[in-house]
């Protein structure tokens, strides 16, 4: 069964909603509401709110105290889509999942099974949750302490760059790039900002931009056709902001998303 995506909260450029199959109670989305937004310091800007709203959203209703975010690269799921979201169109999309003690299904559980086998969140108890997570995504949009726009400062007092791709008033942050002890498959890579940062809700706007440019140019290796990435709550790494990024190809004989969702260093994120 498919349900219709349900918006619940729209910011200027990004949208939270639920997805058509909402894995678990707890899987939101953030989308952009038009595909063709270039990723600017504006609209990193703006996803991050939706982020740290969606985040205390879920913390709110939910009771959920740990969040882990998976999206692709230049990459859609393909066939049974085995360890990640079945892609649901070609707009820029993050699948956030939020996780609670107690909760009736894992992430973990419903990415195992192959797309068609995945059974959505029962639509009555998702009409409970929503109500509340459209209060709870306003309430935490508007009283959230953010960054300011393009050419400002953070509420530090840091400035911040501009575009991605463009002339900066400063240079994007330094990115650290390693290749993990025990990598799911040959195109393996972590990827973090060379700042300590504890959450993806510590990033900052200039440092969004240099990820998402590491990853661009993680994307166009001869080898690799796209990447599936994912983002383990600080809890499972350590404390530390870790992005894996994995590469894929419509040929590869071994699906290396799968093996990194097993793998003791990130399967905790979702099981």
Not at 92 to 111: D, I, K, N, S, Y
Not at 131 to 144: F, H, P
Not at 151 to 168: I, L, M, Y
Request: hydrophobic fraction near 45%.
């Amino acid at each position: 069964m498919q349900l219709s995506r349900r918006l619940l909260y729209g910011s200027e450029l990004w949208e939270v909603t639920r997805p058509r199959t909402p894995l678990t109670y707890g899987h939101l989305m953030i989308r952009l509401s038009n595909p063709a937004t270039a990723l600017d310091i504006r609209s990193a800007t703006d996803w991050l709110r939706c982020h740290n709203a969606a985040r205390r959203a879920l913390a709110d209703v939910l009771g959920a105290d740990t969040c882990t975010l998976l999206f692709a690269h230049r990459w859609h799921a393909l066939g049974a889509s085995i360890g990640e979201p079945a892609a649901e169109s070609s707009t820029p999309t993050f699948h956030l999942f939020g996780r609670w003690a107690g909760e009736p299904v894992t992430p973990a559980e419903q990415l195992a099974l192959p797309a068609q086998r995945r059974k959505p969140a029962p639509e009555r108890d998702l009409d409970k949750y929503d109500a509340g997570l459209r209060t709870a995504l306003l309430k935490a949009a508007g009283t959230a302490a953010g960054w300011t726009a393009v050419g400002g400062r953070d509420e530090t007092g840091s400035a911040v760059g501009t575009a991605a791709g463009q002339d900066a008033a400063v240079p994007l942050p330094a990115i650290r790039t390693w290749t993990p002890s025990a990598p799911a498959g040959p195109d393996h890579t972590v990827l973090a900002p060379e700042r300590a940062i504890g959450s993806v809700e510590d990033v900052a706007p200039a440092e969004l931009l240099a990820l998402a440019a590491a990853l661009e140019a993680l994307a166009l290796r001869q080898a690799v056709t796209g990447l599936s990435c994912i983002v383990p709550d600080a809890a499972v790494t350590g404390g530390r902001l870790e992005l894996h990024a994995l590469g894929r190809s419509a040929g590869e004989s071994v699906n290396p998303f799968d093996m990194l969702l097993r793998s003791p260093e990130v399967s905790p994120a979702l099981l």
